[in-house]
């Protein structure tokens, strides 16, 4: 249920709300507006017995249940959108950011050159991986330890923050020791274990959408997320299965609104692997900006025919560089900004 305070409601009074919320048996989740203070009650459903015992006590105002079933990502318990602030960009609420680099991290030459070209183009994140869960057991898997060090490393130089993947509950605190932003994959976006470690580590979390997961399910992971206390949390449409076969997957572009309509939450878009072939990449990223994205993931490489994972995908510099001029072309239509990394 959500508990809308009273405006000037005094902070003796508010403990001892709280204190009454956690007594009942629910966990409290605080959202400030100008006016009222919104509290989320996370639980069980509420009787209408209780629902008239939380409207009795002082410096409430109003008691409404909550109707969605991901309630901490819904509009209802949290009605400002969510912005994600970084040191060299926001995403949300009309704010704009790139997030950019290679599939994985090779070695010290390559993500150091790509930590390069990729801030020079202006985008405002460090993409990379340390950890590759792939398909195939004999495929690239990632230098893991180095890997996580070699894009600290990267983030030391050109001041641009890093996010990475976390493959399984055991390696979150490794791999929040050096990232910036821990990142949950297509295979593990039900991987609730997981996605509740990750939660708990205090950073912020770019989760991708499941290929064969529903909209209502990729809320639900959300709520793994944000019901351990972690409010920063990004989604990502990164394509679904389906029957085509021209692209690696189908990027549901629609999800964009849908997703905005259902939560605050900021929404990205990742082009590359859906399009799977690097001359669809560019077209994709707009299209999600247009539908209304707060952000895209994008796989680059200094040379992508030498690429030990997805290489068809991945762009070029020159071709970053075009995709990041397109951009900023877009986004003002668009209402957005790009803030420019220093």
């Not at 030498?306 to 970053?320: H, N, R, V």
Request: glycine share 8%.
């Amino acid at each position: 249920m959500l508990i809308v305070t009273k405006p000037g409601i005094s902070q003796e009074t508010f403990e001892a709300l709280l204190a009454e919320i956690k007594r009942q048996g629910y966990t409290p989740h605080v959202s400030e507006g100008e006016s009222h203070t919104l509290i989320g009650a996370i639980g069980a459903p509420p009787t209408p017995e209780l629902m008239e015992h939380f409207r009795a006590l002082p410096g409430v105002d109003q008691v409404i249940r909550i109707s969605k079933p991901h309630k901490l990502a819904s509009w209802e318990v949290h009605p400002e959108p969510t912005v994600l602030d970084f040191p060299t960009g926001r995403t949300g609420n009309g704010h704009f950011m790139v997030a950019a680099g290679p599939c994985g991290v090779e070695s010290r030459e390559q993500i150091l050159a790509a930590a390069r070209y990729v801030k020079r183009h202006g985008a405002q994140m460090l993409r990379g991986g340390a950890f590759k869960p792939r398909t195939s057991p004999y495929a690239f898997q990632g230098l893991g330890r180095e890997g996580l060090e070699l894009l600290a490393e990267a983030r030391a130089e050109t001041g641009l923050p890093v996010v990475t993947e976390v493959t399984s509950p055991d390696l979150v605190d490794l791999v929040a020791e050096y990232a910036d932003v821990l990142q949950i994959g297509a295979r593990n976006a039900q991987n609730f274990a997981l996605l509740k470690a990750a939660g708990g580590s205090g950073k912020p979390v770019l989760l991708k959408r499941g290929m064969s997961m529903t909209l209502d399910e990729f809320l639900m992971a959300a709520e793994y997320v944000l019901s351990e206390g972690n409010p920063q949390l990004v989604l990502v449409e990164r394509g679904i299965r389906t029957f085509e076969k021209a692209t690696r997957f189908t990027l549901d572009v629609s999800a964009v609104p849908v997703l905005k309509a259902q939560t605050h939450l900021p929404i990205w878009i990742d082009p590359s692997h859906a399009a799977g072939t690097r001359e669809y990449v560019t077209p994709l990223a707009l299209a999600g900006i247009a539908a209304g994205a707060d952000g895209i993931i994008v796989e680059t490489h200094p040379n992508p025919g030498e690429a030990k994972s997805d290489a068809a995908q991945q762009l070029p510099e020159e071709a970053f560089a075009d995709l990041m001029q397109a951009v900023r072309r877009l986004l003002p239509a668009v209402d957005k900004a790009l803030a420019v990394s220093a």
